[in-house]
């Protein structure tokens, strides 16, 4: 056999020779995971999620990443998705191929793989629905229905949470709130199914910023709305607040399909009658919006969307729903690229921490306006920061300005530049600084202070009232004022009332009346005063400002 062919086959053969390209059964699929696993151990971890199917069959899922089973700051969480419909294979088996390449080419020191996975979190569940895939196998998958659904005969990519008629109602009100809605869910259309019960806990636990499900029945990248706003069948353009960069997200995947987005290549036969019925998605780039090319509600893409942070785009993989094995490594070799290029997209626009004097703060709110143009366009989908305080906002190239925001804080706003061709998020980190109010109140003074109750009453009677901010606030710093730090690190909140004699010794005159003549006259911080005093200890002083009803500060509040 001539050498040089030989070493073309080699490079051909993108995965192990370990992994066989077939149609893997339920038995076999944690199988290949968990000797994925066992080639990788410190990059990888296989879980399942918290309910099987129907059939009590698990929802494994495969991690990579170089600190697997723990989320990091400053490093994006994606996911892909695979088999929702039982009978539609493909994904299934591109996903344990993915797995295998991936631990593969780690190992093999490949420069892009391991940039990947050591900047990005990457979960991949092959099988949602192993009981319809079972079904679909039993009967050779040549019906183009049998296994599409659950063992319940329930559609999964019908059965999340209908938030798109939440959203679309708010519009008509004209409330701008079209970000984590699950909350204004109010009833369900239909009892949730054990498999999108569990994809849900998986969801809203991991702070996903990418996501992809993957499909079969046509070649095309659909990206939101997959609902339209009318309730038009078809034909209908439903845009997102994004709509912008799910085109670009679609569209990463589509140009690099190897003919996704070919304008040549022939359409799929949906019904089975002639050629002249297909249509070619590849005449408008491989991708179509969701409402554009019909309308559903209850699918997996809009909840991923309007339910969390992350942005999700359903991958039409092949006009075969249940391709014969013979054909999937080809399949591979058409998606390989693809799939890896998508995956980088976790890393466009900006990303960052947002923190204050305490520490990060968990679900503040990103907000971005669009100021490339000559007018402003808010981006009307808010993101939240994670329990590190870190967030990601995918955004295209472009002028932004990104403002961090939290109750109780003074609003940050940067102004961004997000540049074409981007290889790497911008850092752009936020340290806020808080104000005095109800929510603020009880973050700083409640909590963190043991208030007797009578102490507390007076305390929050006085900072819910109508005072100007800056004012609660001096007089806030003077009521709490720093302690020594435990052994621990921790740091030690209580009333000292025993020492404010000495207090109003030191301040030569009523704590009040002090505050009141450096606030009022001098325009000087109270916690600068504490600094003066060099005062090591935290005193919650609240009966200070209820000393007599003719004290200024009392007339204030």
């Known amino acids: 056999m001539d050498l040089n062919w030989c070493i073309c086959l080699a490079l051909c053969i993108s995965v192990s020779a370990g992994f066989v390209w077939k149609h893997h059964n339920n ?46 700051p400053y490093k994006p969480e994606v996911k892909y998705v695979g088999n929702i419909h039982g009978n539609e294979v493909l994904g299934r088996e591109l996903l344990l191929g993915l797995a295998d390449y991936l631990c593969d080419r780690y190992n093999q020191f490949d420069k892009r793989i ?68 699950l909350q204004d869910l109010s009833r369900l259309t239909a009892p949730l199914e054990p498999e999108t019960r569990a994809v849900m806990r998986w969801i809203m636990s991991i702070p996903f910023v990418l996501s992809a499900a993957l499909h079969g029945g046509d070649l095309v990248a659909n990206y939101p709305y997959d609902e339209s706003r009318s309730g038009a069948p078809t034909s209908e353009y439903s845009a997102s607040p994004d709509d912008e960069t799910f085109r670009e997200l679609a569209l990463t995947y589509a140009m690099a399909h190897e003919d996704m987005a ?30 554009a090319w019909y309308s559903l509600k209850g699918g997996m893409q809009d909840f991923n969307y309007l ?51 305490s520490g990060f703060i968990q679900n503040a709110i990103i907000s971005v306006v669009n100021i490339t143009g000559s007018i402003p366009r808010p981006i009307r989908h808010d993101i939240t920061t994670g329990p590190f305080g870190d967030y990601y906002r995918l955004l295209t190239p472009g002028h ?43 973050r700083k003074a409640h909590w963190k202070a043991h208030l007797s109750w009578v102490e507390s009453r007076k305390l929050r009677s006085a900072f819910l009232s109508t005072v100007p901010r800056r004012q609660k606030t001096k007089i806030f710093n003077h ?79």
């Open 400 to 442: 932004y300005e990104v403002t961090a925001s939290f109750p109780g804080y003074f609003p940050i706003s940067r102004v961004i530049t997000v540049p074409p061709y981007q290889m790497s998020a911008l850092i752009v980190d936020f340290k806020l600084e808080f104000y005095l109010c109800r929510y603020n109140f009880k």
């Open 307 to 357: 339910a969390t942070n992350a942005f999700e785009i359903t991958l039409e993989l092949g006009c075969l729903k249940f391709p014969p094995a013979s054909s999937l490594s080809r399949e591979w070799e058409r998606n390989k690229e693809a799939l890896l290029a998508y995956m980088f997209k976790a890393h466009i626009g900006v990303k960052g921490i947002v923190s204050d004097d």
């Open 262 to 291: 070919s304008t040549k290549r022939k359409g799929c036969d949906i019904d089975g009658d002639t050629d002249s019925d297909s249509y070619n998605f590849g005449k408008q780039g491989g991708v179509t919006n969701g409402a």
């Open 479 to 557: 009521c709490v004022l720093p302690t020594t730090p435990k052994n621990d690190g921790r740091q030690v909140y209580r009333p000292k009332k025993h020492m404010r004699a000495r207090q109003s010794t030191i301040l030569k005159g009523s704590p009040v009346n002090k505050v009141w003549h450096e606030r009022i006259l001098m325009g000087t911080e109270v916690k600068d005063i504490a600094l003066k005093l060099d005062w090591r200890s935290r005193l919650v002083q609240s009966n200070i400002l209820f000393e007599s009803v003719e004290d200024p500060v009392r007339k204030v509040f």
């Open 114 to 181: 391991r940039a990947l996975i050591h900047t990005t979190r990457i979960h991949l569940l092959p099988s949602m629905n192993p009981d319809g895939w079972q079904a679909a196998y039993d009967v050779g998958g040549r019906d183009y229905l049998i296994g599409r659904a659950n063992n319940h005969s329930v559609d999964l990519n019908r059965n999340f949470p209908d938030l798109d008629a939440i959203t679309f109602e708010l519009e008509r009100q004209g409330i701008s709130h079209n970000n984590h809605l």
């Open 27 to 72: 038995e076999e699929l944690p199988v290949i995971l968990e000797e994925i696993h066992e080639k990788c151990p410190n990059i990888t971890r296989v879980y399942a999620l918290t309910e099987p199917s129907v059939l009590n069959v698990p929802l494994y899922v495969i991690e990579f990443s170089d600190n697997p089973g723990f989320h990091q």
